[in-house]
T-cell receptor, first 113, second 115 residues
Framework: GENVEQHPSTLSVQEGDSAVIKCTYS??????LPWYKQELGKRPQLIID?????GEKKDQRIAVTLNKTAKHFSLHITETQPEDSAVYFC????????????FGQGTTLQVKP | GAGVSQTPSNKVTEKGKYVELRCDPI?????LYWYRQSLGQGPEFLIY????????DSGLPNDRFFAVRPEGSVSTLKIQRTERGDSAVYLC?????????????FGQGTRLTVV
């Protein structure tokens, strides 16, 4: 079945450093790959997404890269700030684009001041 | 509305009781999703509606769980004979279209505790 693997499960960086979170999805038909940020006790919120016909997308300090052949996509956060501390989830839509969005296990990012 | 609204925000119920969780999606969004999130885990897919019909209910864990969306807007997730293992945050999301190509907006969730 559909599966999304995410790592690392926890990541601690110093303020100003970069953070990279990696995901692998199993369904080659997935063509929309979002990343969500969830702060403690709050709802997941979309921070960036990428479509499978694009290799990279950037939005200020956040970027996502996609290797469609390997079914790998990664979140890159540069110049990290303490407010970037949260849990980050990658996701992919399941087979046939039914709307069944499958989430990774999450990465807890801690940015130390 | 301004966003996806879920009620109640918290629900404590006794084992064996019946509960209903409500989701008000963003106006005009045809797709609606229910997820369950346990502590330290990613959201787990339960069911997806396109309009009034359940397009994919493969994530419902067993027949104690049921969801409806009779008018294609508000949805209710119903859990019968609740068990302690049902304790989790239940998240609802909606999107403008369906089919896995548009952003899903999440509600704040209902924290269900079965004691």
């Amino acid at each position: 079945g559909e599966n999304v693997e995410q790592h690392p499960s926890t990541l601690s960086v110093q303020e100003g450093d970069s953070a990279v979170i990696k995901c692998t999805y199993s369904d080659s038909a997935s063509n929309y790959l979002p990343w969500y940020k969830q702060e403690l006790g709050k709802r997941p919120q979309l921070i960036i997404d990428i479509r499978s016909n694009v290799g990279e997308k950037k939005d200020q300090r956040i970027a996502v890269t996609l290797n469609k052949t390997a079914k790998h996509f990664s979140l890159h956060i540069t110049e990290t700030q303490p407010e970037d501390s949260a849990v980050y989830f990658c996701a992919a839509y399941g087979s046939g684009n039914t709307g069944k969005l499958i989430f990774g296990q999450g990465t807890t990012l801690q940015v130390k001041p | 509305g301004a966003g996806v609204s879920q009620t109640p925000s918290n629900k404590v119920t006794e084992k064996g009781k019946y509960v209903e969780l409500r989701c008000d999606p963003i106006s005009g969004h045809t797709a609606l999703y229910w997820y369950r999130q346990s502590l330290g885990q990613g959201p787990e897919f339960l069911i997806y509606f396109q309009g009034t019909g359940a397009a994919d209910d493969s994530g419902l864990p067993n027949d104690r769980f049921f969801a409806v969306r009779p008018e294609g807007s508000v949805s209710t997730l119903k859990i019968q004979r609740t068990e302690r293992g049902d304790s989790a945050v239940y998240l609802c999301a909606s999107s403008l279209g369906g089919g896995g190509n548009t952003e899903a907006f999440f509600g704040q969730g209902t924290r269900l505790t079965v004691v």
